[in-house]
Antibody, heavy 120, light 113 residues
């Protein structure tokens, strides 16, 4: 069974850094693109970008490029989303999700979400 | 970027009745070389992550009840729930994956009348 398990909720202050994780199991982690999706409080889904763990190739939404870093570690089957300078506007739930097959495909498995609260 | 526009924003349907959700893309998401529409539908129940219902515009994901049907092509797409059940109360999103960024529609909230 394919599973994506995300790290727990975080409460941070503006200006702090943060790295959240998404651990895959039940499939060959290196061979499937992993994406990140933001959901701000009470709002819809926003596609942030995707990473191919096999070679760390990435595709970013222009809205998020330069604001976050995506990475992946095939030795631990874990993908990461990182911020260097959090802002209150980063408060949201962040989901990781696996694409079905190729780099142009739907998300067929989702993590449970990581809630990030940024507040002074 | 391709903009995805869903309508309506919300709808209330009686149990057992049909619900219809529309999604329009700002440009074609039909890839001519394989004749596939790069369009997916997701269901997000309250407090849950999204769940894939439909991909390639009309292919039902494994385990999804057959009351969910996706249709349409090029720029205009529809998700139909043929006979609404209580467990279908959720927000539904379309998403294209034709070209990066793979944007989502704004969502349609489905409630019981």
């Amino acid at each position: 069974e394919v599973q994506l398990v995300q790290s727990g909720a975080e409460v941070k202050k503006p200006g702090e850094s943060l790295k959240i994780s998404c651990k895959g199991s039940g499939y060959t982690f290196s061979k499937y693109w992993i994406g990140w999706v933001r959901q701000m409080p009470g709002k819809g889904l926003e596609w942030m970008g995707i990473i191919y763990p096999g070679d760390s190739d990435t595709k970013f939404s222009p809205s998020f490029e330069g604001q976050v870093t995506m990475s992946a570690d095939t030795s631990s089957n874990t993908a990461y989303l990182q911020w260097r300078d959090l802002q209150a506007s980063d408060t949201a739930i962040y989901y990781c999700a696996r694409q079905k097959f190729g780099d142009y495909d739907a998300f067929d498995s989702w993590g449970q979400g990581t809630k990030v609260i940024v507040s002074s | 970027d391709i903009v995805m526009t869903q309508s309506p924003d919300s709808l209330a349907v009686s149990l057992g009745e049909r619900a219809t959700i529309n999604c329009k893309s700002s440009q074609s998401v039909l890839y001519d070389s394989n004749n596939r529409n790069y369009l997916a539908w997701y269901q997000q129940r309250p407090g849950q992550p999204p769940k894939l219902l439909i991909y390639w515009a009309s292919t039902r994901e494994s385990g999804v009840p057959d009351r969910f049907t996706g249709s349409g092509s090029v720029t205009d797409f529809t998700l139909t729930i043929s006979s609404l059940q209580a467990e279908d109360v959720a927000v539904y999103y379309c998403q294209h994956y034709y070209s990066s960024p793979f944007t989502f529609g704004g969502g349609t909230r489905v409630e019981i009348k």
